[in-house]
C-alpha cells in the first residue's frame, strides 16, 4: 500500500511541476457601457461584453484586472492550473496525513 501511495504522489508532484503559469483568481464575463454618448448602450441598449478577473489578498478588497479578447484564453489556462494544483495539493496532504496515522499506528502496536 505504502508503495503506491509514494508512486501516487510523485505522479502528482510531477504533474503539479508541468502547470505552469497559474493565477488565483475567477474570471467573470459581464457588459460595460463605453461611454460613447453615440453608441447604443449609452441610451439603454445592451452593453459591449467584458471578460474581468476577480482577485483579492488578504486584508484586501477584491481587485477588477480587464482581460483582453487576445488574452482571455491564456487566462481561462491560468485560472483552471491553479485550481488544479490547489487540487493536487490537497490529495498529496491527503496521502501525507494517511500515512502519518499509518506509521502512527504501527509504532502503537509494536509498543504493546
Do not use: F
Not at 60 to 80: D, G
Not at 90 to 95: A, D, P
Amino acid at each position: 500500500m505504502k508503495e503506491t501511495s509514494t508512486k501516487r504522489q510523485q505522479e502528482l508532484m510531477d504533474e503539479l511541476s508541468r502547470l505552469g503559469n497559474m493565477i488565483r483568481g475567477s474570471l467573470v464575463h459581464t457588459t460595460r457601457k463605453c461611454g460613447r454618448k453615440t453608441c447604443p448602450c449609452a441610451h439603454g441598449g445592451p452593453g459591449h461584453p467584458v471578460c474581468l478577473l476577480s482577485t483579492s489578498t488578504v486584508m484586501s478588497r477584491n481587485q477588477m484586472t480587464y482581460i483582453s479578447k487576445e488574452n482571455e484564453e491564456t487566462a481561462t489556462a491560468s485560472v483552471a492550473a491553479y485550481k488544479r494544483a490547489w487540487e493536487i495539493i490537497v490529495e498529496i496532504s491527503s496521502l501525507n496525513l494517511a500515512s502519518l496515522k499509518k506509521s502512527g499506528s504501527k509504532r502503537k502496536s509494536s509498543l504493546q
